[in-house]
Structure formats: structure tokens, C-alpha cells
């Protein structure tokens, strides 16, 4: 059975190039929200870049129960923004940029139950990014320094937040790079969204506080 996609937000162009899409990849169905009740959606795809403020689209897909899983799917992809849209029921934060086969393959992913932030780099697998091994390995600091680059912080904001010096903050994501195998900072952001390193894990950390294993 096709997986039923509907789109939430999006203009008359992003609709017909997304059914285009669709219709390449196959087992795809771009279906219509006003028809849920009939024929319920798999996925809902909104768009919340431009979003008037206090816009209620995505929590109202949330909380439909015609309606199985819900992505943001938007033109203003970030990924140290995910966790600001993740969780709660959103399960999905896709750019409008994606090929087809790699919007086909975040589809069928979020499809079967998985959290998907994409798009992934290649040197991020799926598997390594659920694996907990390398997150075990990282000492606090590690954690801490790369939380705030998944938030966005440069080096030099992360080294006033932390309270320590510059260098420092190089030689944590040397370590923290070399231990999670990331090459880059837009890896770092993926790796650590995916392990719960977001804005949530420095609630509570005080400036300058750490282990004293760094």
C-alpha cells in the first residue's frame, strides 16, 4: 500500500513539484487533509518558515488523529534548529531542497517509526547515528561544547559561555570530532541533535561548571 503524503503550508509550486516527486519515486501518494477522515495520512508535511506568529498548523497535525506522523518540511533547513521541532509528536525536519530519492528515503524512514533530521551526510549513516558507544566516550566538556554547537554558538561564544579559553574550546571539538567520527560542523550539529545534545541537554549547567575529566 502507498505511503499517504498531505502537505500542510506549502504553496501551489513546492505542491506540484512534491507530487512530481512522488509520482518518480513510487509507492507514494500525495493525498489531501480534507480527505482524512476517509483515507487517514501517513505522514503530514508542514512548512513553518513564514508561519504568521502563533500559527497552530503543526500541533493541530499533531493532535489529529487522522493523521499518523508529522515533519516540518521547509526552506529554512537548519540543523542546530531541529530540536527546536523535534519531539512532541514531530518526528521529521526535512529541507525542500532534497533530491527525490533522498526525500523517498526520509519519507520511508520517518514512515517506519525513526526520528530523521536530513538531509544526513554520508559519513552518518543511519546506524551510527543511533549508536550510544560514542557518546558514552565523550567527557562532560566534550558534550557541553558540542550542545552549544548545536545550538549555533561560534567557538568564541562558547568559549565566553563555558568560560574558558578559545584553545580550549578547539582542543574539546578536536576530541569530540575524532571520537564521533564527524569531519565538519554541520556533522558535529546532525551528531548531536541525534544524541540529545540540543539546547534541553545544557538546562541547568551553570557557565564554567564541568567535569573535572576534560
Do not use: C
Request: no cysteine; hydrophobic share 40%.
Amino acid at each position: 500500500m502507498d505511503i499517504r503524503i498531505a502537505l500542510l503550508g506549502g504553496d501551489e509550486l513546492v505542491r506540484r513539484g512534491l507530487d512530481s516527486m512522488l509520482r518518480t519515486l513510487g509507492g507514494f501518494e500525495l493525498g489531501s487533509v480534507k480527505d482524512r477522515e476517509r483515507a487517514p495520512i501517513d505522514i503530514a508535511l508542514v512548512e513553518t518558515y513564514g508561519s504568521a506568529r502563533g500559527d497552530m498548523t503543526l500541533q493541530r497535525a499533531v493532535s489529529d488523529p487522522h493523521i499518523r506522523r508529522v515533519a516540518v518540511y521547509t526552506w529554512n533547513h537548519h540543523p542546530g534548529l531541529a530540536h527546536e521541532s523535534l519531539g512532541n509528536g514531530v518526528t521529521g525536519y526535512l529541507a525542500k531542497g532534497l533530491s527525490a530519492a533522498q526525500l523517498g528515503r526520509a519519507l520511508r524512514a520517518i514512515h517506519v517509526g525513526e526520528v530523521v533530521v536530513s538531509p544526513v551526510l554520508p559519513a552518518l549513516p543511519t546506524k551510527e547515528l543511533r549508536s550510544t558507544t560514542e557518546l558514552d566516550l565523550l567527557t562532560v566538556r566534550e558534550r557541553e561544547t558540542l550542545a552549544h554547537i548545536a545550538t549555533g554558538k561560534s567557538n568564541d561564544e562558547i568559549a565566553r559561555q563555558m568560560q574558558i579559553s578559545l584553545n580550549s574550546v578547539k582542543s574539546y571539538i578536536r576530541n569530540a570530532y575524532r571520537k564521533t567520527g564527524v569531519q565538519s560542523r554541520s556533522q558535529a550539529v546532525l551528531w548531536a541533535v541525534s544524541h540529545g545534545l540540543g539546547a534541553e541537554a545544557l538546562t541547568g549547567v551553570p557557565a564554567g561548571a564541568g567535569s573535572p575529566r576534560a
